[in-house]
């Protein structure tokens, strides 16, 4: 599918214009979305998106278990901006093209506070495009039960920006894990209240820590 949508839209990447590459990223995810249904019946659902708001800027702090969030955040929040490992852009073909659309904020983690003055100041930008900007806190996809420590990016930004921070709860890695079997199932990408700008840094970290933790939790399978 995807050799196929690079044979048509390929040239596109030329173009200076980002809408129509949006556009084309959409279709390419609703046709992988749909090939994970078919294949492996796996469905997903979106609760309390609402939270998210529109035409303002927030931060959207969420678990990783699986690409599927990825994915589906790029395909339902229509104003976004992804922070990433700039390694992610140097994929073939799939790489590029996310490069080119001008929704990420690409870190290289090996340059330390170089690439934290960077993000701050990319982010402030977007900021003012009043756009999401989502971040994975922990910084890599972690198994279901698993509770991996926060990166301090996600610390610096809630205090650089003073916007607040809709965290995400998910059960993704249940069904569509980094490694091992895929089963069958209803991934849920549970939307949680947004927390306001003002908290002091340790302070944000610890309750967001525990709320991404805690809710993620609830929605394992019985």
């Not at 990223?25 to 749909?34: A, D, E, I, V, Y």
């Not at 059960?171 to 949680?192: E, R, Y």
Request: hydrophobic fraction near 50%; charge should be positive.
């Amino acid at each position: 599918m995807t050799l196929g949508f690079s044979a048509v839209f390929y040239w596109m990447i030329l173009l200076p214009a980002k809408k129509p590459l949006i556009w084309v990223s959409r279709q390419w995810l609703k046709g992988f979305l749909l090939l994970v249904r078919l294949i492996w019946n796996i469905r997903y659902q979106l609760k309390d998106i609402h939270y998210v708001p529109k035409n303002e800027a927030v931060i959207i702090a969420s678990k990783h278990q699986s690409l599927l969030e990825t994915f589906i955040f790029f395909l339902h929040i229509p104003n976004f901006s992804f922070i990433l490992k700039r390694e992610l852009l140097w994929i073939p073909l799939w790489g590029w093209w996310l490069a080119r659309t001008g929704r990420t904020i690409a870190i290289d983690r090996s340059s330390g506070i170089k690439a934290l003055h960077k993000m701050l100041n990319l982010t402030e930008i977007f900021k003012q495009k009043k756009q999401a900007i989502i971040i994975y806190p922990e910084g890599t996809r972690g198994l279901p039960q698993q509770q991996l420590p926060l990166k301090g990016g996600v610390g610096a930004i809630y205090q650089k920006l003073q916007i607040p921070i809709v965290p995400v709860a998910l059960n993704s890695g249940c069904f569509f894990p980094k490694k091992g079997k895929i089963k069958s199932g209803i991934a849920t990408i549970q939307f949680l209240p947004p927390i306001q700008a003002g908290i002091a840094k340790k302070e944000i970290m610890a309750q967001l820590a525990d709320i991404l933790h805690q809710e993620s939790l609830k929605l394992l399978p019985k």
